[in-house]
């Protein structure tokens, strides 16, 4: 277990899941099988994007499957009403997405803690009901039907289950890889200071309103891009795509891979959604056995699996280092002594 993480961790094993991403068509049994991932694919754009207000930021946010529903109506109102080109539309789902977020986070950033997650919970619910309800603009229960598939890039039609599956995949690579580069550089490290201690990072000069609303709001545009390919992919929108429990199954993707990690929601996003597939043949029952296997990684493994192996391994690093010098150079006289 330890060297499959090891490879994973490093850039050869990003290489490797890149490749197993690119051949899986060709092993996939059948098209349903592709749009399982297809599916598993958008909703990990969307766990990722949440991972960085949570799993780095350390703020909890329960209206992000709300943002996603933004980005996902952006495109179906865009296409279907106003007759918009489906990457014209797509191209603003996720600035919807954050402009939207920036006058949320405005108000639920000045809150802490479980008062925050709370707040934002209360937002998720206005933005289902106001899906719900606004006939006029969202097309209310009926939802939108007949969103245009993405149009045709260098002479690719986007128009059978693989292609859309290449599609997706491209922009999980290239989320992802743009991610990376977020949580490695200064900004990444300032929103870790930020949920290690708002106190010291507030000390060391750091604007927490201004940096927390950047995050809350680079991570509300992962979401809004995320519904707006999954309106694209899907063709049919309902208000469920608002739903909280959404967001909760986002959050079950991000703590059984490991919070705060690059690869951990990746994993959980990625696995989670191909468990609750073969556990089908237990119809209703299945979330019955998933629920304890769910309780037993979280009380065992509570940093995901990511997490505790990347704890595992710092611990370990650090015993094997050697003492210092002047602890070595101690040592034969203490011997001497306690035999005097």
Same mark, same amino acid.
């Given at each position: ?5 090891? #490879? ?8 490797? @899941?890149?490749?197993?991403?690119? %051949?899986?068509?060709?092993? =996939? /049994?059948?098209?349903?099988h ?21 799993g ?7 209206? &992000?499957?709300?943002? *996603? ?21 797509f ?10 977020? $920036? ?11 479980h008062f ?16 719900? /309800?606004w006939?006029?603009?969202? &097309? #209310? ?12 890039? =260098? ?8 292609t859309?599956?290449? @599609?997706? $995949?491209?922009?999980?690579?290239? #989320? %992802? ?7 490695r ?5 300032? $929103? ?16 927490l309103?201004?940096?927390? @609303? ?6 509300? $545009?992962?979401?809004?891009?995320? !519904? ?9 929108? #309902?208000?469920?795509?608002a ?8 959050? *079950? ?7 705060g ?6 994993? !959980?996003?990625?696995? %989670? ?12 029952? +299945? ?9 037993l ?8 699996v ?7 391994r710092? +611990? ?6 050697? =003492?210092?010098?002047?602890? +070595?150079?101690d ?7 306690? &035999? %005097?």
């Open positions: 277990m330890g060297a499959l993480m090891n #490879g994973i961790q490093g850039k050869w094993g990003w290489a490797l @899941l890149a490749a197993l991403g690119l %051949v899986f068509p060709l092993i =996939a /049994k059948n098209d349903y592709l749009t399982v991932m297809s599916t598993a694919y958008i909703f990990a754009i969307a766990t990722i994007g949440l991972n960085l207000i949570t780095y930021t350390g703020q909890f946010n329960l209206a &992000h499957s709300g943002f *996603m529903a933004v980005g996902a109506y952006t495109v179906g109102i865009l296409t279907v009403d106003h007759h918009w080109p489906f990457w014209a539309a191209a603003l789902s996720g600035f919807t997405a954050a402009a939207l977020g $920036f006058f949320v986070g405005i108000l639920s950033l000045r809150l802490r803690g925050f997650s709370i707040f934002t919970m209360c937002v998720g619910y206005i933005m289902f009901l106001v899906i719900e /309800k006939e006029s603009l969202t &097309h #209310g229960t009926v939802g939108i039907i007949g969103i245009p598939a993405p149009g045709p890039i =260098a002479g690719i039609a986007f128009d059978t289950p693989r859309l599956y290449y @599609l997706v $995949f491209v922009f999980l690579v290239l #989320g %992802v890889w743009v991610m990376s580069r977020i949580v550089s200064l900004l990444g490290r300032t $929103f870790v200071a930020i949920r290690n201690s708002e106190e010291l990072a507030e000390s060391l000069g750091i604007n309103m201004r940096t927390k @609303l950047l995050a809350f709001m680079l991570s509300v $545009f992962y979401a809004g891009m995320a !519904g707006g390919l999954y309106a694209g992919f899907v063709r049919f929108l #309902g208000p469920g795509v739903a909280v429990e959404n967001t909760f199954d986002m959050t *079950m993707h991000m703590l059984i891979g490991g919070a990690t690059l690869l951990g929601p990746l994993l !959980g996003a990625l696995s %989670v959604p191909w468990l609750t597939q073969y556990l089908q043949f237990l119809q209703e029952y +299945r979330f019955i056995v998933f629920g304890p296997i769910l309780v990684l979280v009380i065992f493994l509570p940093h995901g990511v997490g505790t192996y990347l704890g595992w710092a +611990r370990r690093a650090a015993h094997a280092q050697p =003492a210092p010098a002047a602890t +070595r150079a040592a034969p006289m203490r011997e001497g002594t306690s &035999h %005097v």
